[in-house]
């Protein structure tokens, strides 16, 4: 039985909700997905927003625009597909031609700072979520990505990335030539707050933190 919350999204999703169309999907890794979209409406992007996928009926997932391409209006989704749910599930059997309601793009609480440094840190499911910001990022600055779990490509969208474990966090972090910083945490809650820790420990304060599941 439908909980008023979705019953509410729903009536809220036949209101204002629009149409993406699947131009392709990409298995960077056997658990991460890029999704390439056609938005015929558009969208004004900045970094971080999220469009609210219908992935069923009365079900929704929010996934994070890694990318935005105002000219030919493509967007790419990175999501991470490596466990049973919903929106994994949902991710998985697009193909090219599929369509499918969303709304949005909505939140974009994240935004590169004017910190000479960048860190993003987070498990796969935050992938995306950091390309945004290094997309948007001034190209000057330096941005450094840290992935916690199992290995991944070098590189994803352009964006550099290392991989690692919680053990390897505090040594990476040390070996990175900090100055002026802004630290990203993205991705599972308990992880944040790990990690967050660890930051404070090592006598850095700015820290932005956006948990996605728990």
């Known amino acids: 039985m439908s909980t008023l919350k979705e019953k509410a999204t729903a009536f809220f999703m036949s209101r204002i909700g629009k149409t993406a169309y699947v131009i392709n999907t990409t298995a960077i890794t056997d658990s991460l997905l890029q999704i390439t979209l056609h938005l015929p409406e558009g969208i004004k992007w900045h970094s971080c927003q999220h469009l609210k996928c219908e992935t069923g009926k009365h079900t929704y997932r929010d996934y994070t625009i890694a990318s935005w391409d105002e000219v030919t209006q493509t967007a790419i989704l990175l999501i991470h597909a490596g466990h049973e749910g919903a929106g994994s599930n949902w991710a998985r059997q697009l193909q090219p031609e599929h369509s499918f309601f969303y709304a949005g793009p909505g939140g974009g609480f994240h935004q590169p700072t004017a910190a000479d440094n960048l860190v993003c840190i987070g498990d796969a499911s935050a992938i995306g979520h950091f390309v945004s910001l290094y ?18 490509p070098p590189i994803i969208l352009d964006m550099p990335i290392d991989s690692g474990t919680s053990e390897q966090l505090t040594n990476w972090i040390q070996t990175l030539p900090l100055q002026e910083t802004t630290f990203y945490l993205a991705g599972h809650i308990p992880l944040l707050v790990k990690t967050r820790k660890t930051i404070k420990d090592l006598g850095w304060k700015q820290i932005k933190s956006a948990g996605f599941w728990d």
Request: charged share 20%; aromatic share 6%.
């Open 135 to 152: 997309k948007r990022r001034h190209q000057q600055q330096q941005f450094h990505t840290m992935i916690i779990g199992k290995p991944l």
